[in-house]
C-alpha cells in the first residue's frame, strides 16, 4: 500500500495570535480504496477537519489543520514540538459498504501504515523568505514503509477536534505553559510569606490576649478575697451588735419565771363563777 502525503512539514506562520491554517494532502496510489486518520500530540491546539475519512483509488483529499489563536505570542526562539500522524489502511472487499468507524476495529497494527508530519514556526511574513525559526531537527529511517524516528520515544497521539468552529480559544502553547508555571511559583511563595506574617500576628496577638487574661483573673481574686473579708467584718459586727447584755437576759428570765400573780387569779376564777350561776 501507497499514500502520498503532502507536506512532509507543516509550517505555521506568525503572529500566532490569531488562527493560522495549512493543508495536508492525502493521495490514494492504490488500487484500492483506504481510510484514514489524523492524530496530533496537541489535541487541544489544533483544529482538523476532516480528521477522519476515506480516499478512493487516484484520488485526493485535502485536510484542513487549524493552528487556533494563542494568548500571548512565543518568543522567536521559541521550540515546537508538536507532531501529527496519519495512519492509513487498505479497505478490503468485505468492508467496502462499513462506516470509517468499524473499518479500525479489528485492524492488526501491521497493516496500518503511518506517516509522523513535523510542525514548525515560521516568521512573519514581514521578515521576507526566513527560515523557519525553530523546527525539531529530522532523524530519518524507514521502518514499516515510512519515516520514523527510531532514537526517540514515540509520543502520545490522539485525534484532535473535527468541528466548522473552534472549540477551545485558550489553547496554551509552550511558552504560555511556562508563564503559568512562574506565575504559580510567584503565587505560592508569596501565599507562603503572608502566612508566616499572619502566623506571627496571630502569635503576638494571643499572647497579648492571654497576658490581659491573666491579668483580669488575678484582679477577680483579689476582688473577692477583699470582699469576703469585708463580709465576714460585717456579719461579726451585726452579731456583737444584736447579742443581749447580761442584766436584760437575766431580767427577761426572771419575767418569764415568775408569770401570773395568785391574786389575779383568784378573781378571774370568782368572775367566772358569777357568770355561770347567773346565766346557765
Known sequence: MSVEIEPFELGFRRPFTIEVAQILKIKNTNKEPIAFKVKTTAPKQYCVRPNSGRVEPGHEVEVSVLLQAMKQEPPADAKCRDKFLVQSVTITGDKDFTNVQQIWDGVPKSAIQERKIRVSWLAANDDG????????????????????????????YSSPHDESTILDNTSPGQPEQESREETGSTVAESAVAAAKTTAVETYEEIKAKLAQAEATIAQLKNDAASGLRQRKAAITSEADNSKPSQPELAQATRQGTEGVSVKVVAILCFVSFMLAYFFF
Open 129 to 156: 523568505n526566513a527560515e523557519p525559526a525553530v523546527s525539531t531537527p529530522p532523524r530519518r529511517s524507514l521502518a514499516n514503509g515510512h519515516e520514523d524516528t527510531p532514537n526517540a520515544a514515540p509520543p502520545a
